[in-house]
């Protein structure tokens, strides 16, 4: 229950007053001095068009004198969010506040993390959020109705006709373009279009959620519900804590209607360039019947996720062999395997996924492991996610989420998967006996980093390392694999593992080299690397401007797409507006 801690409200409350008059005056060293000379200031928007993170007293002071006069910040408050209270965040015991203010752009928003210092209560962590531009905000309806929504139309135009006629496109370009119609792409679209900015998106299969829809048959997603919502439309609290595939993949056709998405469905993104004279992009679509159309949209975002182009390595022999060969992303279900033997190039989530489906569907399957792999048990990967069982609304926990500067998040990962790892160790321990190859992450930070650097490397166990310790899923390492034979692999001690299926688990690429197959190399090496994290501490290229003018990528999980999403449509708006 929340209930106001005196103490905690009355010290957040001095410290913002002390921060305000600092900011009010242009007094960066004064603001400064209010940190712990280790702090740290995550800005997202607020004092400036980018994501920026400042660590130590000499990055906030020189961040502070470049943005005070610009920016006028003014009004630091506590917001009516959550109360002050203290937590523990990082193996840190601090003071946990919300706040709001006011900068020349608009009203923003923050989390205040203090602790107690020699030299009294200072900041830990800081974190400002860019919440609205001034005059611009959401058209969220919340006035109630006005004159025009009293009216009717008869023997006009209804609202159908209205969005039918609106999702063609025949008579204007549209100002945004968005490649990719899973998470990343319908929140985006439904962040830009209540901002009022006119947004398209495209999406290669023929149904909205076809993404989730038409992946394996046993999928569900790894975490838990309340940490999944969409912008503006959360799960029904009747929902399974663990959502099937099937069932997230109806909700986002359902969510692209509710939100008035304009989708076009069939549709294959050919390719683009960038007129820099027009100040705009010139791509092609090809749509289902075959016709192609050229459009001029001023941002191009990529929506397709981590998991984009299948990487297919080059395997000595694989064109001998002469069974089937599927990427992951095409397995559906084992059925058709039943008594046959079956190999799972892999060890991440979908290797060992896949596995445990042909092993249960009665294939005798081998997973083939690649490189060492992190396994956590399914109730201990859900401690990363903590904040969200916390109690307080969910709107409150994604500010909380974005208040972790890289050094502070590598921390505390580094302590969730030491937890995790006694938790398990009877588990790890007899992975490693059976041959298994394990890591913990690098610098021993789990899987969150592993997702965030690479985009996989480990595995949720939802009973397919029991089903290996057991036996009753194959090991083999691939390292003793001398080549693929016609009928299956043979090792380097000269036998043959059989398999009349091989699916390769093998990953995706970066969405760099997406951008190089679809828009050339120049602006693939232009932008660089996309994921992964940067010297800066950030995610390169994601949700922020990238070394292409008009080029976004939008990019993650649910909840990173959810929160995110506001981030860059934000930055998208500004540019409409010529603020950026």
């Not at 010290?11 to 712990?36: H, I, Q, S, V």
């Not at 506040?97 to 608009?106: I, L, P, R």
């Not at 989420?401 to 006694?422: D, I, N």
């Amino acid at each position: 229950m929340n209930v106001m801690d005196r103490p905690a409200s009355s010290t957040a409350a001095a410290w913002l007053e002390a921060f305000d008059k600092a900011m009010t005056a242009g007094d960066a060293e004064a603001a400064t001095a209010l940190f712990l000379p280790d702090g740290h200031w995550r800005d997202v928007l607020a004092f400036g068009w980018d994501i920026v993170t400042s660590n130590g007293a000499d990055a906030i002071a020189e961040r502070l004198r470049a943005a005070l006069d610009r920016t006028r910040p003014r009004g630091v408050r506590l917001s009516g969010r959550t109360p002050p209270r203290r937590v523990k965040r990082a193996g840190t015991e601090c003071i946990e506040a919300m706040f709001t203010f006011e900068t020349a752009t608009g009203p923003c928003e923050g989390v205040l993390r203090l602790v107690t210092a020699e030299s009294g209560t200072r900041a830990w962590i800081l974190l400002t959020t860019l919440d609205a531009i001034r005059g611009h905000e959401e058209r969220l309806n919340r006035a109630g109705a006005g004159e025009a929504d009293y009216q009717r139309d008869f023997g006009g135009e209804n609202w159908l006709d209205k969005r039918l006629r609106h999702q063609r496109y025949e008579d204007r370009e549209p100002a945004v373009l968005v490649i990719g119609a899973g998470q990343s792409g319908l929140g985006i679209a439904a962040r830009l279009g209540a901002l009022g900015v006119d947004t398209l998106v495209v999406d290669r299969q023929q149904r909205i959620g076809d993404n989730w829809r038409k992946r394996y048959h046993a999928l569900t997603l790894h975490n838990e519900v309340h940490v999944n919502h969409l912008p503006y439309m959360p799960f029904p609290p009747t929902w399974p804590v663990f959502i099937p595939k099937d069932k997230l993949a109806g909700w986002f056709e359902a969510y692209a209607e509710a939100m008035d998405l304009n989708v076009w469905t069939g549709t294959d993104f050919r390719g683009g360039d960038w007129d820099e004279a027009g100040g705009h992009w010139r791509v092609t679509l090809r749509r289902a019947d075959g016709s192609e159309r050229l459009l001029k949209p001023r941002h191009l975002v990529f929506a397709t996720g981590v998991s984009s182009i299948p990487v297919k390595p080059k395997l000595p022999g694989l064109e001998d062999f002469e069974g089937t060969i599927l990427h992951s992303g095409a397995y559906t279900e084992g059925a058709a395997w039943e008594g046959r033997p079956t190999l799972v190039l892999g060890s991440g989530n979908s290797g060992h996924d896949v596995a445990q489906d042909l092993a249960a569907s009665g294939s005798k399957v081998t997973i083939v492991q690649r490189s060492p792999t992190y396994v956590v048990g399914i109730r201990e990967a859900q401690r990363v996610y903590s904040i969200y069982a916390e109690g307080i609304p969910f709107e409150d926990c994604d500010l909380l989420a974005m208040a972790s500067p890289f050094p502070v998040m590598k921390h505390g990962y580094q302590l969730s998967t030491a937890h995790s790892r006694q938790v398990d160790k009877p588990l790890l321990d007899a992975l490693e006996a059976r041959g298994f190859r394990l890591d913990y992450g690098p610098d021993e930070t789990g899987f969150q980093m592993k997702y965030l650097q690479r985009g996989g490397g480990y595995y949720f166990n939802v009973g397919a390392s029991d089903m290996i310790v057991e036996g009753r899923i194959g090991l083999l390492q691939f390292a003793d694999i001398d080549r693929f034979v016609t009928g299956g692999a043979r090792l380097k001690d000269g036998s043959v593992v059989p398999a009349e299926l091989l699916v390769l688990a093998t990953g995706y690429l970066n969405q760099q080299e997406v951008v190089r197959h679809f828009l050339g190399s120049a602006i693939a090496d232009r932008i660089g690397p996309v994921w992964g994290f940067g010297e800066d501490g950030e995610l390169r290229n994601m949700w922020r401007p990238t070394g292409q003018d008009g080029l976004w990528f939008t990019a993650g999980s649910l909840a990173q797409s959810r929160i995110y999403s506001k981030v860059l449509a934000l930055q998208i708006q500004a540019r409409e507006l010529g603020l950026a």
